[in-house]
């Protein structure tokens, strides 16, 4: 049952996620780290809650507990939350999760996550500092400061003068 699911799960959600009953990811997951801009071997071991926004904590372990309560499969509703990727954008997902004991009958979860809409991408303005180059070392008169523009400016100067 348990590779059925996640056969059906990893072929219709963008990755899954294998958690153990503390709610840690418990392998490599891949294709979660490429959703959050992480490095897979960073992800191994960490909590998945820590992944989540802090309002879908509380609904993300309801919905567990609903799962753990009810009789049969062990399957849970669909769950919309919001992870947060590596640069802190918000990542609007649904998540398919389903309970399972192991063979040695550990609690085991399944999560498949479908990232869903757009990103919620925060504008950063770029700084305007000044330009500093120099081929000649630290110590050379031949620095050159200034703005893009400016430089910019310049260069169209000595294409007028040619």
Known sequence: MLKAVSGMLDNFCDCVV?????LRISSPAPRLASLLGRSVCGLTGTSFKDRLV??????????LAVVSMAP??????ALSVTLRDAMGILV?????????????GRMR???GI???????????????????????????????????SDILSADERSEQDS
């Open 109 to 111: 979860i399944l999560v």
């Open 18 to 22: 294998h958690l153990d009953s503390d």
């Open 92 to 104: 609007p997902c649904q998540l398919f999760h389903a309970k399972f004991a192991d063979p040695i």
């Open 114 to 148: 479908n990232e869903v809409g757009e990103r919620e991408r925060q504008e950063v303005p770029l700084p305007i500092a000044p330009l500093r180059l120099n081929e000649h070392g630290p110590n050379s008169s031949a620095d050159i400061e200034g703005s893009t």
């Open 54 to 63: 802090s309002e879908d904590i509380p609904r993300f372990e309801h919905a």
């Open 72 to 77: 049969g499969t062990g399957l849970g509703e």
